[in-house]
């Protein structure tokens, strides 16, 4: 009696492979429970995601197991319990996380498990809390204002030395030429 090797499917492969090469060029990886949504909800959450940066996707969780840890990403199976989809994030990632927790505020169909933001593993709340930092421009626009107002006073003080020196020398001048 010859005992068969069992091969993985070639659709099965090629869907772990896609989904390894996302995990690997995403900045960060969500995974979120659409039990209950329907097409139209799940079309209406992608549009936000889309214009933050972010692709959201179903898989199988076994599929995405074998990714995650191809990916080195184990963390992320924690999470992979259930219908889940996962929101890869290559833009703005505060900006992904904001999109996706206020669609689950608006669609209660839809919750938000964690996930993983480079080796980092997320709980809901840390995406949470991810979700209400400012925009990336926003956070920057502060930095460089930050590094800026000590340069502008730097530069304002540069200039009044010579401006005080004029003046300073010019009264000497005056009471020079008064004294004489």
Known sequence: MSEKTHEPRADKVAVVEEVTAKLNEASAVFVSE???LTV???????KPLREAGAEHKVYKNTLVKLAAQAAGMEGLTEHLVGPTALTFVSGDVAAAAKALTEQA????ALVVKGGMMGETVMSADD?????DLPPRDVLLAKFAGALQA????????LQAMPRNFAYGLSALVEEREAAA
């Open 105 to 108: 505020k608006a669609t209660p």
């Open 40 to 46: 139209g909800q799940l079309a209406d959450l992608r």
């Open 127 to 131: 995406l949470k809390v991810l979700a």
């Open 34 to 36: 659409y039990r209950g």
């Open 150 to 157: 000590p340069l502008v006073k730097t530069a304002g003080l």
